[in-house]
């Protein structure tokens, strides 16, 4: 007998994976094609810390390592960035799950926590995304990016980038 596939559990991240000019990546649905977004991705298991879940899910949906301390970005088209570019905004939302996904979710669960993350590098680092998650992608001048965004907290996110950068 198979066992049955484990709940995802409502609780996520949301990596804005930015430039230093103001360019947000942007990755495509393959499940829901015309629907962009940010990585974003619930914790494996409760106690998984939300930094380890954003590197885990930033590396699965696009390639991009982010390594630990000691690693400098290579500028030459490497896809690792050192840890210390993935910031906690310290910024979380709590938003109802799409009825299309909450099946992924134990019973009862229609509420989802998300919590926001940015990640600097450079626009010319490799991107290869999980061709079962996701079609293609786009580097877009933030604006640009939160209009394109299907999720509202997404956007709201991505429209804050020139706050976080600043701060």
């Given amino acids: 007998m198979t066992q049955a596939k484990?709940?995802?559990?409502?609780?996520?991240?949301?990596?804005?994976?930015?430039?230093?000019d103001y360019h947000v990546l942007l990755i495509e649905r393959t499940d829901q094609p015309g629907f962009w977004q940010s990585v974003t991705g619930s914790k494996d298991y409760p106690d998984e810390e939300l930094s380890e879940t954003a590197r885990r899910e930033v590396q699965e949906e696009t390639g991009i390592i982010v390594a630990d301390a000691g690693v400098e970005s290579s500028g030459d088209g490497g896809n690792r960035v050192p840890r210390a570019h993935l910031r906690d905004w310290q910024l979380s939302n709590i938003y109802d799950i799409y009825p299309v996904w909450r099946h992924r979710y134990a019973p009862g669960v229609t509420r989802n926590t998300e919590h926001v993350f940015g990640l600097l590098v450079q626009r010319d680092i490799p991107v290869t995304l999980a061709p079962r998650e996701h079609t293609r992608y786009a580097w877009l001048p933030y604006r640009e990016a939160a209009d394109r965004c299907f999720s509202p907290s997404n956007a709201e996110a991505i429209l804050q980038l020139p706050s976080y950068l600043a701060g």
Avoid at 15 to 20: F, L
């Fill in 6 to 20: 484990p709940y995802k559990i409502p609780e996520s991240v949301l990596v804005v994976i930015h430039s230093a």
